[in-house]
């Protein structure tokens, strides 16, 4: 027997969601997919979230966006924040499971397919330093270094950076939610020659208001940046 071979009779594979055996690793039962809500078919092409009737190959805008332009250019999620894919996030971001990040970048790259260009760069949200060193990772930085293995894009973990901590999001309303997040991302100093003129791709783990994505999109413009895209593993919305 061959050492994966070996490996996976001590160690079978077992589902991200439930732990049941699975027949690779990283995987989800057929129960636990069928609970995870993937996204797919005509969504807005400017958050993600899916929306009513065909694809047909035109742009299409939610009602949010319509109502309130996004400071990007396209953004994509790979499912609804809801169910089991609820629970893979909270796992991810706050139980120590970095094991779901690898499936996380190659579900990222697929719903980020459609809006990838070649010369882009992949850059995950900051977390500030006070934060990243209770937490000792930053879930949405896994994520991009998944995304860029997965499509071959250039990666850049610390492209932007947080000048100040910033309380909790949640329980926020949506304007207060961007008051928080006003300035408080800029791009880091060293990579600034590095994302003039380039085109870039945002990861975040989930979007609600859409206003961290705001704030690193608008420091990204500032910089230089040709255009702006963003992908979240998660959207905060109802099922259309």
């Not at 947080?162 to 961007?178: E, H, I, V």
């Amino acid at each position: 027997m061959g050492l994966q071979a070996v490996l996976h009779f001590l160690f079978p594979p077992q589902c991200l969601g439930c732990k049941a055996l699975v027949t690779s690793d990283f995987g989800l039962c057929p129960r636990c997919w069928a609970d995870t809500p993937f996204i797919a078919g005509l969504v807005c092409d400017a958050c993600g979230r899916p929306l009513p009737g065909a694809d047909e190959g035109e742009r299409c805008l939610c009602d949010d966006c319509l109502r309130t332009p996004r400071p990007w250019a396209q953004g994509r999620a790979a499912m609804l924040y809801r169910d089991r894919a609820r629970q893979l996030v909270l796992a991810l971001k706050h139980g120590d499971r970095m094991d779901i990040a690898r499936p996380a970048g190659k579900w990222l790259a697929q719903a980020a397919a459609p809006i990838l260009v070649a010369d882009m760069i992949v850059a995950p949200v900051p977390l500030h330093w006070t934060r990243l060193f209770r937490r000792r990772y930053n879930q949405a930085a896994l994520m991009s270094a998944g995304l860029a293995r997965q499509t071959g894009l250039e990666h850049c973990p610390d492209l932007l950076t947080r000048r100040r901590a910033t309380p909790s999001q949640d329980r926020r309303g949506r304007d207060a939610r961007f008051l928080n997040l006003e300035q408080a991302i800029t791009v880091t100093p060293r990579h600034a020659s590095r994302i003039r003129g380039r085109a870039v791709l945002l990861v975040d783990d989930v979007m609600t208001s859409g206003a961290t994505l705001g704030a690193a999109a608008e420091a990204c413009t500032a910089a230089g940046a040709r255009s702006v895209s963003v992908v979240v593993l998660a959207r905060v919305a109802k099922e259309a």
